[in-house]
């Protein structure tokens, strides 16, 4: 059984969806950001960083992941799922992956800050990190053009860059004339996978546990 920690954030979007698509019994722990909840000490044993997601098998002697790509590679080696064996072919996923990891998240990050959240609106910035982002959108545009996921087959290279990607008017960005990314985005959002995994932590019906009562109950769940 794995114990997931998780907000309604896109990084938590990725593993839930992971977790519906290898189909793998997992219990929800929702995570109030809004309260610290991931800042408390407890939580911190399990991931460091103090953010979500964060997983524990408890399969695997109650072994903990944090960092979203890091949980995804753990869940694809674990089932032999959505990652491809063939050393070339698992490079192109893992390079999709990291580009998502490295590229889309942080810049798209900053994006939705700086045209949401922060109190100064400062064009540079937002427009700093709006056209960044449509740079890198276009990137992957160019890649969907020639195939049909981006590493080819369907892999956890998809499900790690359309959280994201689904949220771009939330940054601001218009993309109507992306058309392969487009495509891509209709196609992975008929997939029951990724419309369960978006309800999580709130919505889905599924066994459900608060951070807090997770970290009350800390020396049964957490060491």
Same mark, same amino acid.
Not at 96 to 102: I, R, S
């Given at each position: 059984m794995i114990d997931f920690y998780t907000s309604h954030t896109p990084n938590g979007y990725k593993v839930s969806i992971m977790l519906e698509e290898i189909n793998l019994?997992?219990? #929800?722990i929702a995570v109030d950001l809004g309260k610290k909840e991931q800042k408390k000490s407890q939580y911190m044993k399990l991931n460091p960083n103090g953010r979500i997601p964060t997983i524990v098998d408890h399969d695997n002697d109650d072994f903990a992941v944090f960092e979203s790509g890091a949980i995804l590679i753990y869940l694809a080696e674990k089932t032999g799922q959505l990652l491809p064996d063939d050393p070339k072919q698992r490079s192109v996923a893992l390079q999709? @992956? +990291? $580009? /998502? +990891?490295?590229g889309i998240g942080p810049m798209q990050g900053q994006?939705? #800050?700086f045209y949401r959240y922060a109190?100064?609106?400062i064009e540079y910035a937002i427009n700093r990190y709006q056209n960044e982002t449509l740079r890198l959108y276009k990137v992957l545009?160019? /890649? @969907?053009? /020639?195939?049909?996921y981006l590493a080819d087959d $369907?892999? =956890?290279?998809? =499900?790690?860059? *359309?959280? *994201? #990607?689904?949220?771009y008017r939330w940054a601001g960005i218009e993309i109507e004339k992306l058309k392969h990314l487009h495509r891509w985005m209709d196609l992975l959002a008929q997939r029951s996978a990724f419309q369960k995994g978006i309800e999580v932590p709130y919505k889905l019906e599924r066994s459900k546990m608060t951070a807090d009562k997770a970290l009350k109950m800390g020396e049964k769940i957490l060491i």
């Open positions: 019994p997992y219990n #929800v999709w @992956l +990291m $580009f /998502q +990891m490295g994006a939705h #800050v109190p100064e609106k545009d160019k /890649q @969907l053009k /020639q195939h049909e $369907f892999s =956890i290279a998809d =499900i790690a860059t *359309w959280p *994201w #990607v689904r949220r």
